[in-house]
């Protein structure tokens, strides 16, 4: 028998010149989008940070993967443990 993984992925990255250097407005761009697909903490599977040397220094990019069959909720809601932030 063969175990059988799945998972979806999504790449964000800053726009090639202006913003390029930008880190943070890119991970705030990726929690958004991680909320807006509905991603559970425990769907998540790896979350990749990239950086390209430019001329204009580091441009950053992201993948996120996830499982859409990853097992049943431990009893975390996904607001829960984080003390509002």
């Known amino acids: 028998?063969?175990?059988k993984w799945s998972c979806q992925h999504f790449s964000?990255?800053?726009p090639l010149?202006?913003?390029a250097t930008d880190l943070p407005k890119l991970l705030r761009r990726v929690a958004?989008?991680?909320e807006n697909r509905d991603i559970g903490p425990m769907d998540l599977l790896d979350l990749t940070i990239h950086q390209e040397m430019?001329?204009?220094g580091?441009?950053?990019s992201a993948t996120v993967y996830w499982s859409p069959d990853s097992?049943?909720?431990d009893g975390l809601?996904?607001?829960e443990g984080d003390n509002g932030r």
């Open 77 to 79: 809601g996904k607001d």
């Open 54 to 56: 430019t001329g204009d």
């Open 17 to 19: 010149r202006r913003g």
């Open 12 to 14: 964000l990255a800053n």
């Open 71 to 73: 097992p049943a909720d």
């Open 1 to 3: 028998m063969t175990d």
């Open 32 to 34: 958004t989008e991680i």
């Open 58 to 60: 580091p441009w950053w």
